[in-house]
């Protein structure tokens, strides 16, 4: 027959939900306020020189108080579905489960019903970040025992938001922690255990992920029926050249930066490769022992398949060149991943330092995920562009543009299952250690006034009839 009509677009599915993401600790201040307990963010930050121009979350976007306006905008823009975080501390002042803090219960379920009465889905990550500072005295991310207190306080969560939350991620990022809290210590707690806190780190937080799962899955899977997923951070990387040298380094950044957390959550154990690299340089290194946590067979089988889909945060690519080995006298997740990694020159750059514009990347992202793990559906719950904070942000339209087409090509053309995507950041935040020196939202923050007025930037109003024509538009 004839077909009639112009050809369109390439549209994502009627059910594909827009939205867009923030962070307790970088949206919230209110540090202190009606009950809260310290978290280990607030220490850091409040401690002279971790963060540029010490600046700190104590009033953020003030969206504590805010709240509602946050809600109004994404209304505005005909977004589907808000990630946003539960602090801890503000439900359990001390992360356990003797008190519970009923004026930071009240501002959840306050915050939940304001978006469900606007039509949009709560995604709620249970922990990005901010540990009780109680429990980083116990050891935090280094302690297994975290993972029973993070069972309670998921417990408690669910028990009081479930009824209107089905999606569920328990932790923001593990990666990040465990490279940059116990490797390099640039964000909190703060600890330089170079080579060897963040596979302690990683351990502690695939347990933790696990016991929150088991703990949905038996107790109220049935009666709320939400989804619980893995959340984590995996970039791009291209070998440098096709030498044999450099695609072994680009599997090493795989997975030693994807697979470490995403492998023992969907596979029951460690990436083999990095299983056989840490234990080869440990035992160089004069160790009796791998640095590498080993997983007892009961806890192999207590984490495997513990997701319901996969939040993937994927911000950037990479080139990788393999290092050769050295020496063996000072134990490092740098010389365990032997590569230098660089960004391509043709990339344009962002506000940050790591971050460059490779829009395929993500969609070799997904595929990667997708056939690595088969993880059924997968959401994309961050992705974004940094700069000074402009209005007109055509750099971030321009970015988000090539991010989105890639993610719609991967569902059409490769036929993965994205059911969401929540774009880094609703709002212009508090950057962790960048303070707020690099700016990552659709919506600006005027940080300057207290009254924090939001402005919708340039790709606040292109990503409007994005969501609405459920297509990329110009
Ligand atoms: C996400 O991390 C976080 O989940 C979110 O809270 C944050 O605001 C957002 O990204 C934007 O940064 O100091 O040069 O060594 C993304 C992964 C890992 C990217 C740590 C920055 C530090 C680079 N991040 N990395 S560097």
């Not at 799962?213 to 291209?238: L, M, T």
């Amino acid at each position: 027959g004839v077909i009639v009509g112009c050809l369109s677009a390439k549209q994502f599915p009627e059910n594909f939900l827009f939205g867009a993401a923030g962070a307790s600790y970088q949206i919230e201040g209110g540090w202190d306020a009606d009950g809260k307990g310290l978290s280990m963010w607030d220490v850091f930050a409040h401690t002279p020189g971790k963060i540029k121009n010490n600046d700190t979350g104590d009033v953020a976007c003030d969206s504590y108080n805010k709240y509602k306006e946050d809600v109004a905008i994404l209304k505005q823009l005909g977004l589907k579905v808000y990630r946003f975080s539960i602090s801890w501390p503000r439900i359990l002042p001390k992360g356990i489960p003797t008190e519970i803090n009923q004026a930071g219960v009240d501002y959840y379920r306050n915050l939940i019903k304001e978006l469900k009465d606007a039509g949009i889905e709560p995604l709620v990550t249970l922990y990005h970040w901010d540990l009780p500072q109680h429990l980083a005295e116990l050891g935090g991310w280094l302690n297994p025992r975290i993972a029973d207190y993070f069972g309670d306080y998921a417990r408690i969560c669910f028990e009081l938001f479930g009824d209107q939350v089905k999606y569920w991620l328990p932790l923001n990022e593990p990666g990040t922690t465990c490279v940059h809290g116990y490797e390099t210590g640039d964000l909190a707690p703060g600890l330089p255990l170079s080579g060897e806190g963040i596979y302690q780190c990683a351990y502690v937080h695939v347990l933790a992920h696990a016991k929150a799962w088991h703990i949905y899955n038996d107790e109220f899977r049935s009666k709320q029926g939400g989804k619980v997923g893995f959340n984590n951070v995996c970039f791009w990387f291209y070998p440098k050249s096709n030498n044999s040298e450099d695609i072994e380094a680009q599997t090493r950044a795989m997975e030693f930066g994807c697979g470490l957390y995403a492998n023992p959550i969907y596979n029951g154990d460690w990436p083999q490769v990095v299983i056989d690299r840490v234990a080869y340089r440990s035992k160089k290194e004069g160790y009796s022992f791998s640095r590498l946590p080993t997983f007892t067979e009961e806890e192999k089988q207590y984490i495997n398949g513990t997701s319901d889909y996969y939040g993937l945060n994927m911000y950037t690519s990479y080139l990788v060149e393999a290092l050769a080995d050295e020496s063996f006298d000072s134990p490092s997740l740098e010389q365990d991943l032997a590569y230098n990694s660089t960004a391509d020159p043709s990339w344009a750059h962002s506000a940050s330092e790591w971050l460059n514009l490779d829009p395929p990347g993500i969609r070799n992202v997904l595929n990667y995920v997708n056939e690595k793990y088969n993880p059924g559906e997968i959401v994309v719950t961050e992705n974004g562009w940094s700069d000074n904070g402009e209005l007109d942000d055509q750099g971030r339209v321009t970015y988000l543009k090539g991010y989105l087409s890639n993610v719609l090509d991967a569902i059409v053309e490769d036929s993965i299952n994205v059911i969401a995507y929540t774009t880094w950041s609703l709002m212009d935040n508090f950057e962790w250690n960048q303070g707020y020196t690099q700016k990552f939202g659709i919506v600006q923050v005027d940080f300057d006034s207290p009254n924090r007025t939001r402005t919708l930037k340039s790709s606040a109003e292109w990503y409007k009839r994005v969501a609405a024509a459920k297509e990329i538009v110009d």
